[in-house]
């Protein structure tokens, strides 16, 4: 009965618009996805643990909003790092704990020539000041140009929502989840930026 | 919010496991009943402590478009453009930042080519320049955030 094992495409797509939410809050959580689906619990784990290997999964637990935990103030900051070392400036940077996301995007110039964007996240703003200003010591970084964009309000927290939900992509919502959709101020981002 | 409920973030943050009774083997990990573990983690997210109990899928690979975008929009203007760009379904979290660019925005789009789609009837309807900063790589961060 090897073929109880796996999911068919169609499977694979709707177990992803039944998770896309979250799980089910069970104590036989698989279970309950696969009963809901017809399908076999252990098919039903073994897909996801495919998809955590394959990374399509990126993460799997849980996601705190870190506004709620005291994390209110959060800085991009952006560096401006010769072509030939950002791969290394980038493994450097996103080693250290104070930075919660690391990316290389292109630079726009003359408007903006930032090519190494970092997140940093803090209780205060003079705690993330503090945070860099140690990232730059420890790492000698003196010498690179940055630029330190703080939010101060937020306008929209919440997207991502794919529109067509139905069809054969089966997307759903992606990274951005959302429970919260009216906003005013600043408030929690879900850290995954593309 | 009392310290097994920080410790219990802290470790799920890690993951949880893709096991037939996920929750009692956390719960003994923590020596508590599951019904315990179950209790606290729907309170948690009823509390809006968490925003998400699950997997987080990576939006590249599910095929979609997804990017960071900018606008550099005047002062007068911003309120005014900043309803208009949010009414974009595609976009999420928005954030005011300091900086000649003062809006940035994420776009999450069905398929790749919904970006470029995307932008091109922003501007259109804003009249400002949207500037767009797909990633080029990712540096791999270990997200959490310790209790």
Redesign the interface.
């Known amino acids: 009965m090897k073929a109880e094992l796996y999911l068919t495409d169609h499977q694979q797509q709707e177990l ?1 618009q039944a ?5 089910p ?7 309950t996805l696969a009963t809901a689906l017809g399908v076999s ?1 252990v098919a039903v ?1 073994q897909t ?2 495919q ?2 290997e ?13 506004h ?2 005291g ?1 209110r103030s959060n800085a ?1 900051v952006v560096w401006d790092v010769p072509d030939h070392l ?2 290394q400036v ?2 450097l ?2 080693r250290a704990d104070a ?8 630079r ?1 110039l003359p ?2 020539r930032y090519n190494l ?1 970092t997140m940093i ?1 803090g209780k205060s703003r003079s705690m993330v000041m503090e945070q860099l200003a140690d990232l730059i010591t420890t790492h000698q970084l003196d010498g690179i140009p940055r ?1 330190v ?16 939900r139905s ?1 054969s ?1 089966g ?1 759903g919502k ?7 959709s009216a906003v005013s101020g ?1 408030d ?7 | 919010m009392d310290n097994i409920d920080k410790q219990l ?1 802290n470790r ?5 496991p ?7 083997a956390i719960a003994e990990e923590f020596g508590l009943e ?2 315990d573990v ?1 209790q606290r ?2 309170t ?2 009823d ?18 478009g ?3 975008a ?1 606008m ?1 929009v005047a002062p007068e203007d911003y309120e005014k453009v ?1 309803e208009q760009v ?1 009414a974009f ?13 003062n809006m ?3 776009l ?3 398929t790749p080519e919904g970006i470029e789609d995307t932008i091109q009837r922003m501007e259109a309807i804003t009249g400002y320049q949207v ?1 767009n ?9 270990g ?1 959490r ?1 310790e ?1």
């Open positions: 992803r998770i896309q939410d979250g799980l809050l069970t104590a036989q959580p698989y279970r619990e784990m996801l643990a998809w955590m394959d990374g399509l999964i990126k993460r799997f637990g849980l996601v705190v909003k870190h709620a935990l994390y991009m950002v791969d980038g493994e940077l996103s930075v919660t996301l690391c990316y290389q995007r292109p726009k408007q903006w964007f996240h630029d964009l703080f939010s101060y309000r937020l306008f929209k927290q919440c997207g991502g929502h794919y529109s067509g069809r992509v997307l992606v990274d951005l989840s959302c429970r919260n600043q929690n981002v879900q850290v995954a930026y593309g | 973030v799920l943050q890690d993951g949880f893709v096991t037939e009774r996920p929750f009692l599951e019904s179950m983690v729907q948690l997210l509390d809006g402590i968490l925003s998400r109990f699950g997997p987080m899928f990576q939006a590249e690979r599910l095929g979609g997804l990017t960071l900018a550099k900043v949010n379904p595609e976009v999420a979290h928005n954030y005011q930042r300091e900086h000649e660019l940035w925005f994420v999450a789009t069905e500037y900063m797909p990633k080029q790589e990712e540096f791999y961060v997200l955030f209790l």
